[in-house]
């Protein structure tokens, strides 16, 4: 079947504007995670949803940052008034439930901001 | 909180020998899952294998297995017979758990080991 996907899969931008990325977890899939991985670094959580509610938000580093999952199946981070220091790879990971040890990760969006 | 260390930034390795990527982690849990990530320029992150601290075996997965010292907080990855398709980044993660090994969902990442297998 098909794993998780994540649009774009590049994403350039410039400095203050606003950036939109999607993750679409594994089918039937009810707890999707975001993490952020800075070059040569290892990712970050930023925010796990169960179901429609973000459970978990502790990693989002400020309030530019936000995410909606309201259907409880595809997932959109949003970053307000991007910096230089948001550039990174924004990986999504889905698991059956939260209780479930098996994460399954998209490919990423990198994101570029000039 | 959770830390988890990787020291070598990175490793190599000739085909078909064996290399072993080194990991230390902290945790005030009694209970978690320890993995290893691979994690090639595609970016797919990959799982490779996976621990639960309360099994006392090494858990083993074809050509890779794993020394977890529970006391001394290590988690070692053993690769045999490597091949040239392993030649990736390599990340040790964390997930807390409950007695009953119901997992409370986000990950804590190493910094990641960059291994290059040579033919």
């Known amino acids: 079947g098909a794993g998780v996907s994540q649009t774009p899969s590049n994403k350039v931008t410039e400095k203050g504007k606003y950036v939109e990325l999607r993750c679409d977890p594994i089918s039937g899939h009810t707890a999707l995670y975001w993490y952020r991985q800075s070059l040569g670094q290892g990712p970050e959580f930023l925010i796990y949803f169960q179901g429609t509610g973000a459970a978990d938000d502790s990693g989002l580093p400020n309030d530019r940052f936000f995410a909606v999952r309201p259907e409880g199946s595809v997932s959109t981070l949003k970053i307000q008034r991007t910096e230089r220091g948001d550039s990174a790879v924004y990986l999504c990971?889905?698991?059956?439930?939260?209780?479930?040890?098996?994460?399954?990760f998209g490919p990423g969006t990198r994101l570029t901001v000039l | 909180a959770q830390t988890v260390t990787q020291s070598q930034p990175e490793m190599s390795v000739q085909e078909a020998e064996t290399v072993t990527l080194s990991c230390t982690y902290d945790t005030s849990e009694n209970n978690y899952y320890l993995f290893w990530y691979k994690q090639p320029p595609s970016r797919q992150m990959i799982l490779v294998i996976r621990q639960e601290a309360y099994k006392q075996q090494n858990a083993t997965e074809n050509r890779f297995s794993v020394n977890f010292q529970k006391a001394a907080k290590s988690f070692s990855l053993k690769i045999s017979d490597s091949q040239l398709g392993d030649t990736a980044m390599y990340f040790c993660?964390?997930?807390?758990?409950?007695?009953?090994?119901?997992?409370?969902?986000?990950?804590?990442f190493g910094q990641g080991t960059i291994l290059t297998v040579h033919p």
């Open positions: 990971a889905s698991s059956s439930y939260v209780g479930s040890n098996e994460q399954f």
């Open positions: 993660a964390f997930m807390p758990a409950n007695a009953g090994g119901t997992s409370y969902g986000k990950l804590t």
